[in-house]
């Protein structure tokens, strides 16, 4: 296939760069950057890599600015150094010219190599996709997308970005975090978790061990590991379709949120499996970018801030609280507390608090 073969160039653009950056690093001691790596790709072109040729300009560029982005990255201490990839872990490929959008068709303005001759000749491929829904404003690029299944996506960004935000409520809510809850709100309401992770071990173990059982590099072998991969890209969507629907009704019934930063590699360590299946930091990060296009306000206490054993009544600390203490009652003032409902109190108290320390 035409974009499969593209994704597999792309990746060799992509390890040759890396490598070539590597190399600067090794013998100058500093990073060289996109700006001088793009000229070097001219050359390439030109007398070494011809066959590259036939991908559009700007999608080669826009592999060795992802190897920049991702160094800069990692200079700010937002992440970890780009990594040397498989063919059939190089995913995605971006377009901003060399493209037409017609009615569900995609026309892409490729060109095929010939190694025979050393020539390039020029070709206008059209590709069918599903078009779900109208898009606003002028495109600015597209990109394509193949995931772990071998499954391709289209990407269409445009430069709209109107928006019609909630209406205001006037209400603001606490959110404490739990194992066993999911979320509970300081009005009082739990909020369950589906983990489909926990749905699907069943299946996951079936599909593992027919894996295993296969030879490796065979075509049952490649027929069993993308049915692994279509399982756990089902268990992704439904993780993170809960996660948007969520959050979703979050904003639509409060104005302000106020959530815990968690140490959650932590977390990882003591309780593994779990942590993963609720994602609360990808729950964060989308609720994040709900309250930001419907103009709500999130506020994340710290990571420090006491909010479980604090009295929401007195305050009084109550240090013999421990991780099974699901009910206590106060020695200051009697008060009898839910765990969980106390803390999301103490939250969102915290994150009104103007002395408290907010993200």
């Known amino acids: 296939m035409r974009l499969g073969n593209l994704l597999d160039d792309l990746a060799d653009v992509h390890n040759h760069f890396l490598a070539l950056e590597k190399r600067y690093y090794r013998i100058y001691g500093k990073y060289a950057g996109r700006y001088r790596l793009q000229p070097h790709l001219t050359k390439l072109l030109q007398r070494t890599h011809k066959h590259w040729a036939w ?16 160094y800069e990255r990692f200079f700010e201490g937002l992440g970890g150094l780009p990594k040397f990839k498989r063919k059939d872990r190089y995913r995605s490929a971006k377009f901003k010219t060399g493209y037409k959008l017609d009615n569900g068709r995609a026309r892409l303005s490729l060109k095929a190599w010939n190694a025979s001759t050393q020539r390039l000749t020029f070709n206008k491929r059209w590709f069918s996709f599903h078009q779900h829904r109208d898009w606003n404003g002028e495109v600015r690029y597209i990109q394509i997308l193949r995931d772990a299944v071998g499954t391709y996506w289209l990407y269409i960004v445009t430069d709209d970005a109107t928006t019609e935000p909630y209406l205001a409520t006037g209400e603001s809510v606490g959110i404490d975090f739990g194992m066993d809850t999911y979320l509970t709100l300081n009005t009082g309401e739990k909020i369950q978790h589906p983990q489909p992770l926990k ?3 069943k299946q996951l173990r079936i599909l593992n061990k027919a894996v295993s059982r296969k030879v490796k590099g065979s075509n049952n072998y490649w027929r069993a590991v993308r049915e692994l991969a279509r399982l756990y890209r089902k268990i992704t969507n439904q993780r993170k379709d809960w996660h948007w629907k969520l959050a979703t009704d979050l904003c639509r019934r409060f104005d302000l949120i106020a959530t815990e930063t968690l140490n959650l590699a932590g977390m990882k360590r003591l309780w593994g499996r779990k942590v993963s299946d609720l994602a609360f930091y990808q729950f964060v990060e989308i609720l994040k970018y709900k309250c930001q296009k419907h103009k709500r306000e999130l506020r994340q206490v710290g990571q420090w801030t006491a909010t479980t054993k604090p009295c929401s009544d007195c305050g009084f600390h109550n240090q013999n609280l421990t991780l099974s203490d699901k009910q206590w009652t106060c020695p200051e003032c009697g008060s009898h507390h839910d765990r969980d409902i106390n803390a999301a109190i103490n939250i969102l108290r915290a994150a009104c608090d103007p002395s408290v320390e907010t993200i």
């Open 55 to 70: 991908i559009p300009r700007d999608t080669l560029d826009e592999a060795i600015i992802r190897i920049h982005i991702t």
């Open 199 to 201: 749905a699907s071990l």
